[in-house]
């Protein structure tokens, strides 16, 4: 009797764990079947995230290559824009050692221009007065020998040993003394027989 009682309470502890180990085995079922939901969840939103992040990669990357494209063009203009301006700072400087030179080299007309004119007036005064000697010698007299019997200067009587000179500037007689002096006259280009006084006129 006490046998069967053991054995019925063996067999119902068998009874009770299997069910004991059924229930937490479906327990653990249903655990993982919803741990196995969420993680597919999971999953499904980490490749939606993914392709999202690939797209924005794709765009990302292409948006990259614009802007070194866009990069490599201004470095382009720079380089550019760098020699038109190094090229014009060469005509700039160029430019003003030319206009360094002109500014020289009318300085130098300006200077020849002023002496021109200066020397043209010095020539107009000296051709005033030639033509006023010329004018003066063309009024002189021109003395007559025979009326002329002593030298006007220092008074000598002429004679055969003291003969007479014109002075081809006043037109008077002198004695061969007082009209050694040659100079150059109006009417003539080579310098002739003056007398003392015409000869310091002359010379001034």
Known sequence: MNLFIVCCNIEAQETQSKETL???KEENEERF???LTALNENLSTLRVDLTTNQDKMQELTKANDDLRGQNLELEA?????????RALLERCLKSEKECGDLQQTASEFRRKWEETTAALHELGRENQAL???QSKSQTRKWADDSQVT?????????SVTIRKHHC????QI??????SKTATVAASKKPVRVCEKCYVDLRQ
């Open 22 to 24: 059924q229930k937490q």
């Open 33 to 35: 079947e919803m741990q």
């Open 77 to 85: 203009k720079l380089e550019n824009n760098n020699d038109e301006r």
């Open 131 to 133: 033509q006023v000697q």
């Open 150 to 158: 002593a030298c006007v200067s220092c008074s000598k009587t002429f």
């Open 168 to 171: 081809r500037n006043c037109g």
């Open 174 to 179: 002198f004695c061969d003394t007082c009209s």
